[in-house]
């Protein structure tokens, strides 16, 4: 029995255990490259993601800036996790504690992840002055858009029949969100007798006019828009009786959080939305962990950059205050490959840095950073090769342009 239980002990702290028992190596881990994929900072609502015929008990707040538009909250959120970001890479031995480190920022080609990429970089860097790449305002980038730049040869009806197995069907998923849009109801100042604030119509998905995207109907489409912007209310730090007219404290945000996510359950998570959306993104993820150049490399975008490949690389995203897949201004994944220097072989890790409704409401720097174990690795280090591989055949093949 005592033989028994040292064999057990001794498995448990990883030793080998027989006449010869050594301590196995222990791995000296040093990480080379690092890709951030980010969403922009916090926004003002966009045109039309709430609809017109949402019905209110009271007049929607109003913002500091235009539409779409980063607030000056938003620019000042970024730059506290900008700092976060650059300090969790120097203590992960990536970059220097001073001094100008090398950076690439790349983001869309839309004014809010433009001037969030400029936030980013003042706050990780503040006395230097780094370039942000990016396409001519509007054009479309396939690295951010693969489906308006037509980067794949994306085919609505295979991306509809994946998105009804996926999630049983519009009407399945309507049902899923039965008490979150009762709740959404309630917080627009509908009474229990008088349902209907949040537009209704028939839960439907299908092409978009030119076959190159799709087009979502239904209480889903209604809600998760209506959903995005009470978080953003909280976020943006509005006064408690503007968030929801009152009505929204941190746990329903959470609960409609699912709603904004249930956009994702269609337009990014089905396995052939993964492999279009992600298509040009993965790839420059792939490329950016074995290039030469900047040994940090962010692409500032939008939730559908984060969600899609997440769901390329087969991962929910969980973090504190925010329903599973609902990616908050500013949350991130984080990829870094690593070399074991005995050895030589590189691993990758990913992780989720997000920062919780409380911290971006009061701009402050903690942020939380969850390690992620992708579907196909033995761990949560994942042998590059095999990382590749495996991010690699979930990506659609890019279409030859003529």
Same mark, same amino acid.
């Given at each position: 029995? %005592?033989?028994?239980?040292?064999?057990?002990?001794?498995?448990?702290?990883?030793?080998?255990?027989?006449?010869?028992?050594?301590?196995?190596?222990?791995?000296?881990?040093?990480?080379?490259?690092?890709?951030?994929?980010?969403?922009?900072?916090?926004?003002?609502?966009?045109?039309?993601?709430?609809?017109?015929?949402?019905?209110?008990?009271?007049?929607?707040?109003?913002?500091?800036?235009?539409?779409?538009?980063?607030?000056?909250?938003?620019?000042?959120?970024?730059?506290?996790?900008?700092?976060?970001?650059?300090?969790?890479?120097?203590?992960?031995?990536?970059?220097?504690?001073?001094?100008?480190?090398?950076? %690439?920022?790349?983001?869309?080609?839309?004014?809010?992840?433009?001037?969030?990429?400029?936030?980013?970089?003042?706050?990780?860097?503040?006395?230097?002055?780094?370039?942000?790449?990016?396409?001519?305002?509007?054009?479309?980038?396939?690295?951010?858009?693969?489906?308006?730049?037509?980067?794949?040869?994306?085919?609505?009806?295979?991306?509809?029949?994946?998105?009804?197995?996926?999630?049983?069907?519009?009407?399945?998923?309507?049902?899923?969100?039965?008490?979150?849009?009762?709740?959404?109801?309630?917080?627009?100042?509908?009474?229990?007798?008088?349902?209907?604030?949040?537009?209704?119509?028939?839960?439907?998905?299908?092409?978009?006019?030119?076959?190159?995207?799709?087009?979502?109907?239904?209480?889903?489409?209604?809600?998760?828009?209506?959903?995005?912007?009470? /978080?953003?209310?909280?976020?943006?730090?509005?006064?408690?009786?503007?968030?929801?007219?009152?009505?929204?404290?941190?746990?329903? +945000?959470?609960?409609?959080?699912?709603?904004?996510?249930?956009?994702?359950?269609?337009?990014?998570?089905?396995?052939?939305?993964?492999?279009?959306?992600?298509?040009? /993104?993965?790839?420059?993820?792939?490329?950016?962990?074995?290039?030469?150049?900047?040994?940090?490399?962010?692409?500032?975008?939008?939730?559908?950059?984060?969600?899609?490949?997440?769901?390329?690389?087969?991962?929910?995203? %969980?973090?504190?205050?925010?329903?599973?897949?609902?990616?908050?201004?500013?949350?991130?994944?984080?990829?870094?490959?690593?070399?074991?220097?005995?050895?030589?072989?590189?691993?990758?890790?990913?992780?989720?840095?997000?920062?919780?409704?409380?911290?971006?409401?009061?701009?402050?720097?903690?942020?939380?950073?969850?390690?992620?174990?992708?579907?196909?690795?033995?761990?949560?280090?994942?042998?590059?090769?095999?990382?590749?591989? +495996?991010?690699?055949?979930? /990506?659609?093949?890019?279409?030859?342009?003529?």
């Amino acid at each position: 029995m %005592r033989i028994k239980l040292l064999s057990t002990l001794c498995a448990a702290a990883g030793l080998l255990v027989g006449p010869f028992a050594v301590a196995a190596p222990k791995r000296v881990l040093v990480i080379e490259r690092a890709v951030l994929v980010m969403r922009h900072g916090i926004r003002a609502p966009l045109d039309g993601e709430v609809l017109a015929d949402t019905r209110t008990g009271a007049p929607w707040p109003t913002w500091p800036v235009a539409e779409s538009r980063i607030t000056p909250h938003g620019v000042r959120a970024l730059e506290q996790v900008a700092a976060y970001d650059r300090q969790l890479l120097v203590a992960h031995g990536l970059l220097r504690a001073s001094g100008c480190p090398a950076i %690439r920022i790349k983001t869309n080609s839309s004014e809010r992840t433009i001037a969030s990429g400029k936030a980013y970089a003042a706050g990780f860097a503040p006395s230097c002055n780094f370039g942000i790449a990016h396409e001519p305002l509007g054009v479309a980038d396939p690295i951010f858009e693969p489906l308006r730049a037509r980067a794949t040869d994306f085919d609505a009806a295979a991306a509809i029949a994946s998105i009804n197995r996926e999630t049983g069907g519009m009407a399945a998923l309507v049902r899923r969100h039965g008490a979150a849009l009762a709740r959404l109801d309630e917080v627009l100042g509908c009474t229990a007798v008088e349902r209907g604030c949040v537009p209704a119509g028939t839960a439907a998905v299908g092409p978009s006019a030119d076959g190159h995207d799709l087009v979502l109907a239904g209480p889903i489409r209604a809600a998760s828009g209506i959903a995005q912007v009470l /978080l953003l209310e909280e976020v943006e730090g509005l006064p408690r009786e503007s968030v929801g007219w009152g009505r929204a404290d941190p746990v329903t +945000l959470e609960q409609l959080g699912a709603l904004h996510a249930a956009l994702f359950a269609v337009f990014t998570h089905p396995p052939y939305m993964a492999a279009h959306q992600a298509a040009v /993104l993965g790839r420059a993820v792939l490329a950016s962990l074995s290039a030469t150049g900047p040994r940090l490399t962010v692409f500032m975008g939008h939730d559908t950059n984060v969600t899609a490949l997440a769901a390329a690389l087969r991962v929910d995203l %969980r973090a504190p205050g925010y329903a599973i897949n609902d990616v908050p201004p500013g949350g991130a994944l984080l990829i870094e490959r690593l070399r074991d220097a005995r050895t030589g072989a590189r691993f990758v890790r990913v992780s989720y840095r997000t920062q919780s409704p409380a911290t971006l409401r009061g701009l402050g720097q903690s942020a939380s950073l969850v390690a992620l174990k992708i579907p196909g690795c033995a761990g949560l280090l994942c042998p590059a090769a095999t990382f590749s591989r +495996l991010l690699g055949s979930h /990506l659609a093949p890019l279409q030859i342009r003529r």
